[in-house]
């Protein structure tokens, strides 16, 4: 399965821009990702923008131009089966006959009951998942005989604000964005696999942890303008004036600050070994 993911992803890549027209031509790094390989979409002015909100219409013009059905507000109740095969579905005002079914329902990060059954340890958190990932097709292909592998291994995201249960994109670490803890310093490689960093999160102090970028980040990227706008963040001029703001102690943020700096222009960072480096976070304001 990884060899066909790593083998085939170029050609999936070329598929979307030359077949349906999708262009991700921002190439990023994410998680765990000792290069960049992480590739986006960009507006006109070269800004990264939502992969979703960008490429979900395409998709759904590329169906309507194939003749591709969708019909909306017919929640799927049942696998239809005939001699140990799949052979339809039923929907709620629907029969579907096919020669063959794809289940496509997602996962069930929006079930919290079901998450927290299958990982007690997850009992209280948040899920950035949309509402309707509640594991329905899951339960579906059980009824009918399918088996199931590595359910409690559910994946969480080391930053999501969770007043908001939003997800903040690991891109903005990938593109240069640090972690730093509630004393105001960094604890981890923040490029590290989801697992690790968010492990990292949660044994600081309140099990929390502020991302901070900068405008030069900022300017370049619709994502975070659009955190900015939905109030997530705070911003100060000055190191010592956005620890202020945060609540950290602004002698710590400043050696952190001016320690990252120096670390991301030499493009090695002795302290915890990050690889991934795009500019140092000079350019204010800072935001958090």
């Known amino acids: 399965l990884v060899t066909t993911l790593a083998e085939g992803s170029a050609a999936a890549i070329d598929w979307l821009e030359n077949t349906i027209g999708a262009e991700l031509h921002s190439v990023g790094s994410f998680g765990g990702a000792s290069v960049k390989r992480i590739h986006r979409p960009i507006n006109a002015e070269g800004k990264i923008i939502s992969m979703g909100s960008y490429i979900v219409p395409i998709l759904e013009q590329a169906c309507i131009d194939n ?69 329905d097709g899951i339960k579906m292909a059980q009824a009918v005989g399918a088996a199931t592998v590595d359910m409690d291994q559910i994946q969480i995201h080391p930053t999501v604000e969770q007043t908001t249960s939003a997800l ?45 970028v900068d405008q030069r980040m900022v300017d370049a990227s619709n994502v975070i303008t659009g955190y900015i706008s939905k109030g997530y963040t705070v911003q100060g001029k000055s190191p010592a004036e956005l620890a202020g703001v945060m609540g950290v102690p602004e002698t710590a943020l400043t050696e952190t600050m001016d320690k990252w700096n120096r670390a991301a222009a030499a493009r090695t960072d002795a302290e915890f070994g990050r690889t991934s480096f795009s500019w140092p976070l000079d350019t204010t304001p800072l935001y958090a």
């Open 67 to 135: 003749g591709v059905e969708i019909l909306f507000n017919a929640p799927v109740t049942e696998i239809l089966m005939a001699d140990g095969k799949a052979i339809g579905v039923k929907a709620e005002g629907y029969t579907v006959n096919a020669r063959s079914v794809v289940l496509a329902t997602g996962g069930f990060g929006a079930n919290l009951n079901m998450v927290t059954q299958l990982k007690p340890e997850l009992d209280g958190f948040v899920t950035t998942n949309a509402p309707s990932i509640t594991g």
């Open 168 to 212: 903040i994109t690991e891109g903005l670490r990938g593109d240069g964005a640090i972690l730093v803890n509630a004393e105001g310093y960094r604890f981890c490689d923040e490029v590290g696999t989801r697992d690790a960093v968010s492990a990292a999160v949660l044994a600081q102090t309140g099990g929390y942890a502020w991302l901070i």
